[in-house]
């Protein structure tokens, strides 16, 4: 047995249990600690039907804002624009900000830190205009280079709105709407990590298990007609703690109806989440209302057209709407065309069939929408169709200042044909403005497909942990295919079943070159055969390079990989400096489990260690090692050998261009993270580089590696016939005083299975002297 072999096995098992243990204290926070399972548990119906029928309007506002001091085109000047003209005009009994307050980039958009100023215009912007209920919860941006929630730089507790709720209830607050006609709440969830690296690396969130349980007694505190959850983080770049109940984030998400976030139905949970597009660069808001339990939403832009492209800049060229006492100065008033949602029939894209009494669609007397205007309602005039043919019937307001609500008679049962149908409502001001929007329907209570292409994919997978499984099976791939071969490389100088092992490959190989015409299937199969003979060769032929390729990926899974500068905001050392492992940061031996370290470890497993593992074992074999010797042209007795790929000078320069690009992604690394020291001394994946990068250049067969003779070596393999008669013939023609040489290189040989042969150097000679020839003719 391979003794070495063994060894490293033992190791690797060492290894993944030191794996497992960095694993489980990194995601303590997010299991439960009274021991109970972390299986899900069975779930349970929360909501029941009834069969009344009233009315309920109910209506909000949700966006996502990035205010910037850095950038004048969008942004704050979008928000100020929204709370000026938009919420007079709309009139939501609420707003709830999901998130990105601010937007906390620097002016180059490299580095990020929380900017005052910016929070300052957030705050009293809303001090002055608003007085409808505002909620808000932090976002990726309001905790980018933060060390802690009671840091002094953490401003959404001095800023924010709900900043007193949020801490009060762990990360988790809610507010209810009580109705005669049923009762809603709302619930916010602040999945912020409880230390923010500034940028690249702060994009996921999580919520630790204590998070969890406060979420859990929000949702099952008691039944209500709809539980809207907001969140920033769409639930596939979340990761989910276990509450002390045992329950996941799936057994929670079935007790409410809606989230907010891409837009996607879970068919396990049935909950449906919608993700808003945003008000920053498109100045996108999304009003929602819950008529008769059904809910409806629209999202809305602001009239680019009468907004400045950039917005006003102060002396020194940042954004900063205020006058020297502290008020905001606004802009000039914006006058939205009418905006309408359509509320009955309900568009059946977004229909929930659990918890929504959908039925009530098809026992409707009056399509129902909400048109949002600065017009009276007398001076709108309101056109209806379906599939493209005007109602008939004339709409009619049927609401109240607060309610702008129309209505228009209706048969439902017109459309009982199982399909989906299109509603239509143009609105037109007295002026001439028009508004529109439409909506698909179908009375047949079924859902419509969303239609949401890759979007709706990325919210149904969880990310994290496709990472995860990406990095581990690429991490598991690669050690296998070291790990095998080494168990067959030779112990000592003249190992016979190890050369007999290489020897039957190339005869399969050589085998298969003789026919003529390849199938496709044989075609596989050869390039299956020499690849496997490239990992066989690995362990034997670069020694060195299968060790360090071994050790470093056992180090990646063990070790950390770097440290860093990752919160320059902080106050102390402890609170700056964090430890990059791929299975979550560490600060102050404290882990906190953001899943942004798997997103940073899936590319670099994939782009720079398999990769440049895939190159080096690829060099393994050029040519000449797989040419068959009876393929060579017998008249001409010279090799022309059809070179591999990357052989060739222009795939050696697109290597090195490919590991230049690689490199400068880890010196880009330094700028976000403190400069040189310690983001590159101290980084395991630098040094990794520097090896790889010597290996493609150095290395066997590199770019400036020297080509030996060995290039003219074909081997001759035994069992192979056509070798056989190809060196019988070579036997005969060759000249007598260079046969005697030939012969005790291959009595040296002949101990092998394998047998290498040179042309002789009168082969050389023709071979060039043919090359004139072609020249000349
Ligand atoms: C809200 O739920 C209650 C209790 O289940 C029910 O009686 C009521 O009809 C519901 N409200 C609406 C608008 O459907």
């Known amino acids: 047995m391979n003794k070495k072999a063994i060894l490293c096995v033992i190791l690797t098992i060492v290894c993944s249990f030191r794996a497992f243990q960095l694993y489980w204290s990194s995601t303590r926070e997010l299991r439960s600690t009274d021991g109970h399972s972390w299986l899900p548990l069975k779930k349970k119906k929360v909501f029941t039907e009834t069969t009344r029928i009233d009315r309920l309007k109910n209506d909000s506002i949700i966006l996502d804002i990035h205010l910037s001091r850095y950038r004048p085109k969008g942004h704050t000047h979008h928000f100020l624009h929204f709370i000026q003209s938009i919420i007079p005009v709309v ?9 990105d307050l601010t937007d906390a980039k620097d002016k180059k958009r490299v580095t990020s830190q929380q900017y005052i100023d910016e929070w300052d215009t957030y705050q009293q912007a809303i001090e002055e205009k608003v007085d409808v209920d505002w909620y808000d919860i932090r976002g990726n941006h309001d905790c980018f280079d933060l060390p802690s929630w009671q840091s002094r730089v953490n401003y959404y507790r001095t800023h924010g709105k709900s900043a007193g709720l949020v801490e009060q209830g762990k990360g988790v607050y809610s507010w209810q709407v009580n109705q005669p006609m049923g009762d809603y709440q709302f619930v916010a969830i602040d999945a912020c990590p409880k230390r923010g690296p500034s940028r690249p690396l702060n994009f996921f969130g999580y919520l630790t298990s204590k998070t969890m349980d406060q979420l859990e007694k929000a949702l099952t505190y008691k039944p209500f007609n709809h539980t809207f959850v907001f969140s920033h983080y769409p639930t596939s770049t979340m990761v989910f703690g276990v509450s002390n109940k045992g329950r996941t984030f799936r057994d929670l998400a079935s007790h409410y109806s809606l989230g907010d976030v891409l837009k996607s139905y879970d068919p396990v949970t049935k909950s449906l989440e919608l993700e808003l597009g ?18 409806s939403f629209v999202d809305i832009q602001l009239p680019m057209k009468q907004i400045a492209k950039k917005g006003p800049v102060n002396a020194l060229g940042l954004v900063y709407p205020m006058h ?4 905001i100065i606004w802009p000039e008033i914006i006058h939205p065309p009418p905006s309408i949602l359509i509320t009955n029939p309900k568009d059946a894209r977004f229909s ?53 609500l129309w209505a228009v008679a209706w048969d439902a049962s017109l459309y009982e044909d199982r399909k989906p149908h299109k509603l239509s409502v143009k609105v037109t001001t007295i002026d001439g403005v028009v508004g529109a929007s439409s909506s698909v329907f179908r009375v047949d209570t079924n859902r419509a497909k969303i239609k949401g292409g890759s979007g709706e994919f ?49 005869l399969r190989i050589h085998t298969i070159d003789q026919v003529t015409t390849k199938s496709r299937y044989q075609r596989l199969q050869k390039q299956i055969l020499i690849w496997s003979l490239r990992f066989l060769k690995l362990p034997q032929d670069q020694v060195t390079v299968w060790y360090i390729t071994f050790f470093y990926i056992l180090a990646l899974l063990t070790l950390p990989w770097f440290r860093a500068d990752f919160i320059p905001s902080g106050d102390s050392l402890a609170e700056r400096y964090g430890t990059f492992y791929m299975w979550g940061m560490v600060f102050a031996n404290e882990w ?3 899943a942004d370290t798997w997103l940073f470890a899936t590319d670099q497993i994939v782009f720079d260690i398999f990769v440049f593992f895939f190159l080096v074992v690829w060099r393994g074999t050029d040519a000449s090692d797989l040419t068959c010797r009876g393929g060579l042209n017998d008249t001409s007795r010279h090799v022309k050998l059809r070179r591999q790929m990357n052989e060739m000078a222009w795939f050696k320069g697109l290597e090195m261009v490919y590991w230049l690009w690689r490199s400068s992604e880890l010196i880009a690394l330094s700028s976000f993270y403190g400069g040189i020291w310690p983001t590159l001394v101290q980084n395991l994946l630098v040094y990794w580089m520097l090896f790889v990068g010597a290996v493609l250049g150095w290395g066997k067969n590199g770019v400036f590696t020297k080509k030996k003779a060995k290039n003219r070596f074909l081997y001759l393999v035994e069992g192979c016939v056509s070798c056989q008669q190809q060196q019988q013939k070579q036997d005969m023609y060759t000249d007598k005083t260079t046969i005697s040489d030939e012969k005790k290189e291959r009595q040296y040989t002949s101990s092998t299975s394998i047998t290498a042969t040179t042309l002789t150097q009168e082969e050389e000679q023709q071979k060039v002297g043919r090359k004139k020839n072609t020249l000349k003719q």
């Open 278 to 295: 945003d008000m920053k660069e498109h100045g996108l808001y999304r009003v929602v209302a819950v008529d008769h339990d059904l809910i």
């Open 592 to 594: 906190v489990p953001i």
């Open 352 to 404: 929930i069939p659990t918890k929504e009494p959908l039925w009530r669609i098809r026992q409707s007397t009056h399509i129902r929408f909400l048109v949002f205007s600065e017009s009276d309602t007398q001076d709108l005039s309101v056109e209806v169709s379906i599939d493209g043919k005007v109602h008939s019937e004339q709409a009619l307001f049927v609401g109240d200042t607060k309610n702008p």
């Open 91 to 99: 009139k939501p009994k609420f707003v709830v900000v999901t998130g």
């Open 324 to 327: 020297s006492n502290k008020s």
């Open 458 to 506: 990325i919210i149904k997978s969880k990310m994290s942990t496709v990472l995860i499984c990406i990095s581990l099976f690429t991490i598991t791939t690669m050690l296998c295919l070291l790990l095998i071969p080494k168990f067959y490389a030779p112990q000592h100088q003249d190992d016979f079943s190890s050369k007999n092992r290489m020897n039957r490959l190339l």
